[in-house]
């Protein structure tokens, strides 16, 4: 029996081998665990640096920062290096930022190792997901869901180390995140295949035409998604305070959510077998709008919120695939749907914040079903569209 898993490219070359896929699983797991650590730092940053909050939080905002760089800078040079060599830089980046930020005597070099291991973040990012959305012939969208749902993973696991540690002890979290991304510099990218990822980034003039609608269709929709995905994790618990649910309730639900979407990313996988990802994302957009308006009852919002995690959680994964079969001459398309959904994550919540101001805590469902409702309508678009594009 062999040891490659179902493979691959266009040009029907195996991209991995199963234990390069259960490595790249490891890299999700490290950087959905090293952007998880920032929040939890925070009293331990403030103590350490004597930081306002603001200040602490710049930690994130740098981290978020060097990865929609570092997406678009690995992007970039992808034609001109292979698969390993790029995987082998993100972790690489990922080893020094997390060991900086750890062992920083200072804020600003704290700062300065959050965007280095942010660009690592971003590369591994763009590059897993690029990698597996045609890496596993017709089971790409069903690994790619397994993928993401080891970010979940890794997500759960940052707090969970700094809970144990403490506050005051963050740079173990930061240094196990360090040395986790060393071991996969060694390991990580073996048995991927190293040549170029030897996408095209010729165009018919038919696919010239359409290709500036379909990737803002893609754009927007993966916006939208995201945005939905942090205003709910960043508004869920004060909206469920202010409708008379306690704080540990709240805090729960909150957890639920983001547990959710995690075992959102498993379920879908026998699904994405049999039914296509259009199809997947239509049930997942009309399910996440459905959820957010029973967030109006105050008895159901827990659970609401929870429906909203499991619908939500298949959105970013099961779009890849379709995006690369609707744009497959469109070399970059991947790599600006994922900065996109980074830039959505750092914007949506103080524009939301804004609307809220305006409109009170209570709008929070109100305001996170028009985001949904947009979110489906834009699906809707892209059915139409690409399946005249590709008639």
Do not use: K
């Not at 890299?27 to 940053?45: E, K, N, S």
């Not at 790409?140 to 540690?165: C, E, K, Q, R």
């Not at 379909?214 to 994790?233: D, K, M, P, R, S």
């Not at 959820?291 to 609401?304: I, Q, T």
């Amino acid at each position: 029996m062999t040891d490659t898993v179902l493979t691959t490219s266009a040009a029907g070359r195996r991209l991995f081998t199963r234990p390069a896929a259960v490595a790249s699983c490891g890299g999700f797991v490290l950087i959905g665990m090293l952007q998880a650590l920032y929040g939890p730092a925070v009293p331990g940053l403030r103590a350490e640096f004597g930081l306002s909050p603001s200040g602490a939080g710049l930690g994130l905002s740098l981290h978020f920062t060097g990865g929609v760089a570092g997406v678009l800078v690995f992007n970039a040079v992808h034609s001109r290096i292979s698969n390993r060599s790029l995987l082998a830089a993100g972790y690489v980046l990922m080893a020094v930022g997390g060991a900086g930020f750890a062992l920083a005597p200072g804020w600003p070099m704290a700062l300065a190792a959050a965007f280095l291991g942010g660009l690592g973040f971003g590369g591994i990012d763009y590059g897993l997901n690029q990698l597996f959305a045609v890496g596993f012939g017709d089971r790409s969208t069903a690994m790619l869901n397994v993928l993401n749902a080891h970010f979940g993973i890794g997500a759960v696991l940052g707090p969970a180390v700094v809970a144990w540690a403490g506050p005051d002890d963050y740079a173990w979290g930061f240094g196990a995140c360090a040395a986790l991304a060393a071991l996969l510099t060694l390991v990580g990218s073996r048995g991927v295949r190293t040549q170029a990822s030897g996408n095209t980034s010729s165009a018919s003039s038919r696919g010239a035409l359409g290709l500036p609608r379909i990737l803002l269709g893609f754009l927007a929709l993966y916006i939208l998604n995201v945005a939905v995905e942090a205003g709910v994790g960043g508004w869920e618990p004060t909206h469920l305070e202010t409708v008379g649910h306690s704080a540990a309730v709240a805090a729960s639900a909150t957890s639920v959510y983001w547990l959710m979407m995690t075992a959102g990313r498993f379920l879908v996988v026998p699904l994405t077998l049999r039914y296509p990802p259009e199809r997947i994302l239509t049930v997942c957009a009309a399910g996440m709008t459905v959820c957010l308006l029973l967030a109006l009852v105050e008895g159901a919002a827990p659970v609401a919120y929870a429906g909203v995690g499991l619908f939500i959680a298949p959105v970013f994964p099961t779009g890849l695939p379709w995006l690369n079969r609707a744009l497959p001459q469109a070399r970059r398309a991947g790599a600006w749907v994922i900065a996109a959904s980074l830039i959505g994550g750092v914007a949506a919540p103080p524009l939301l914040g804004a609307g809220i101001e305006a409109s009170g805590i209570q709008a929070v469902p109100w305001l996170l079903t028009a985001l949904s409702a947009a979110s489906l309508a834009a699906t809707l678009w892209l059915i139409r569209l690409t399946r005249r594009f590709l008639e």
